[in-house]
């Protein structure tokens, strides 16, 4: 029943703000477009569409809410009206009312506002789908922002997740391309990262990790927690003061190289991805900020980490392969790869899978990023995919995610970045460092501990191993009969201790009779 209450909710939503009229428009076939009339009699859709969708994301929850934020750093698949309205999901949610946050910010520490601030600021900086953020000051003058979670989310999120899975075993059960999709595990995945989004500890320990693992890069910057007051409802952290990366023309009159700002956004994100497997996965405009200020001055300013990824290394080194025979434009080691890893079927001809994948490519390579669109490119590879039977990756989900952000990103800080260059060098020491010479001394480093303790055993193992297999067999063989023997001369002495015994009682007995 809920899940009916929640689906005719969507729907009722969808028609107040004339939101199939707005995704049927496009279509240009008559019928579609008669249809369009027929469900817009009696329904005044004044407002601008993209004021529409902004709207009905909003009053649909978070997870619309978190699509939106997708689709608004996408200029290249949405209309400019679109795109600009969707924006202001990024960090311009309606926020909900002062004393609210002040009462939760106090049931969170269990006293009052007062004796924890010096001041706090009722006007929230920053209002998003799972939570707003409020500048205050500590008792000794430090300046720290304060993100506070929304009331009854967790309500919210499981409604629509569970409308969800029920929606994702219909597609397993009743669509051709079902097991392939793996549309449980994905949703799965997804329920994982907003929950943990719902944790705010968890993404306190989540920017502590992304701290210490940027500190030598000095590309970016990362907000100090401070632990004595970050609890699951509200944590506390150092104050950045940077520009919002959206705001580009700003950025450049300050003096920000811009083409380098973007070159950067790509080292990062492939540092994140191939050197630690941990990034940051919710990398829209709205979370990202550029410093300013002299010693630190065009550095990256990170916000919101309750989404990361992690990858594995099994993960990390097939991608990064995938990516340099891409580069390389080695489309049959692609093809390759993807059978070997598993992700196609065994039988699959490999010379066919290249030449699917040459045609997805290779018309996008020596082009500027205004010139491509990793979006289309992906599309089309996802419809190769389903011809080869390639079993989408949950755990892959969210980093194509994040790619498509860094591309909204790099779109808008300079058209002309060359995507592929820029990466590829990259790429390629990384591979080196992991299957050269560099990355066979760090492996060696990483496993001594284990070698000290194994060191003094080797002299035996190595003699047991030079044993021939007949020998031992034969010692293992006569070591068993002498326990035999052993054995059979117990039992010996039992039954003969037995048997004494017997004796000896019936000598007894025949003494008794006869006195």
Known sequence: ??????????????????????????????????????????????????????????????????????LSTRRDLLPADLADELAQLQDNVPPFPAEHARRLVEQAFGRSI?????????????????????????????????????????????????????????????????????????????DNYLHDELDLVREAANAAQLRRNMQGLNLIMLPEMVWDLCTQTVIVMERMNGVPISQVQRLRDAGVDIPKLARDGVTIFFTQVFRDGFFHADMHPGNIQVSTAPATFGRYIALDFGIVGTLTEFDKEYLAQNFIAFFRRDYKRVAELHVESGWVPPSTRVDELEGAIRAVCEPHFDRPLKDISLGQVLLRLFQTSRRFNVEIQPQLVLLQKTLLNVEGLGRQLDPELDLWNTAKPFLEDWMDKQVGWAGLVERMKNEAPRYVQLLPELPRLLHQALQPRGAA???????????????????????????????????????????
């Open 473 to 515: 067999t034969d010692r293992a063989l006569e070591a068993l009969l002498a326990e035999q023997r052993h054995t059979n001369g117990l039992l010996r002495i039992i039954i003969a201790g037995a048997l004494g015994v017997l004796l000896g009682l019936g000598g007894a007995v025949l003494f008794v009779h006869w006195h």
């Open 1 to 70: 029943m809920r899940h009916l209450a929640r689906l005719i909710f969507i729907c009722v939503t969808v028609l107040r703000y004339g939101l199939d009229e707005l995704a049927l428009s496009s279509f240009r076939q008559r019928w579609v477009r008669a249809l369009v009339r027929v469900m817009t009699i009696g329904r005044t859709l004044d407002a601008p569409r993209g004021v529409r969708l902004r709207m009905g994301l909003e009053r649909l929850g978070p997870i619309f809410v978190k699509f939106g934020q997708v």
């Open 114 to 190: 007062d004796s924890i601030f010096a001041s706090f600021e009722a006007e929230p900086i920053a209002s998003a789908s799972i939570a707003q953020v409020h500048f205050a000051t500590l008792k000794d003058g430090r300046e720290v922002a304060v993100k506070v979670l929304r009331p009854g989310m967790l309500d919210v999120i499981d409604d629509d997740l569970s409308l969800m899975r029920t929606l994702a075993r219909w597609v397993e059960r009743l669509s051709a391309d079902g097991k392939r999709l793996k549309p449980r595990e994905v949703v799965a995945e997804f």
